[in-house]
C-alpha cells in the first residue's frame, strides 16, 4: 500500500523536493490478530489564487481580494487491498 501511496506522490505532485515537503507518515495500529488501522498523514502545498473584489474579505496592498474558485478532484471509487469480504477491502461508491 506505502509503495502505491508513494508512486503516485512521485508522479502527480513533483515539487515535493522542490518544497522539501516531509515524507508521508504511516501509522499502523493493530486492533486485532487479523485486522490493522492503517492511518497515512501526507502534507500538501497548494497556491491559493485571489482575485479582485470590491466587497472580498481580503485586503492586500490597499485592494480588496477574494480566493478564487478552483475545481476539486473529488474520488467517486476508492478500494484497498482485494479480499471483498473485509469492509475495507471492497469497492466504495459514492453516491452523488
Do not use: C
Not at 522542490?18 to 499502523?28: F, G, R, T
Amino acid at each position: 500500500m506505502f509503495a502505491l501511496v508513494t508512486t503516485w506522490l512521485m508522479e502527480h505532485d513533483k515539487d515535493r523536493d522542490k518544497y522539501q515537503l516531509a515524507e508521508p507518515e504511516i501509522e499502523v495500529t493493530p486492533i486485532d490478530k487479523n485486522l490493522v488501522d492503517v492511518e497515512i498523514t501526507i502534507r500538501f502545498l497548494e497556491n491559493v489564487d485571489l482575485v479582485l473584489d470590491d466587497n472580498g474579505p481580503i485586503t492586500y496592498r490597499g485592494q480588496r481580494y477574494a480566493v478564487a474558485v478552483v475545481p476539486i478532484d473529488e474520488p467517486n471509487q476508492v478500494a484497498v487491498g482485494d479480499n471483498k469480504t473485509l469492509p475495507t477491502d471492497a469497492p466504495y461508491s459514492r453516491a452523488d
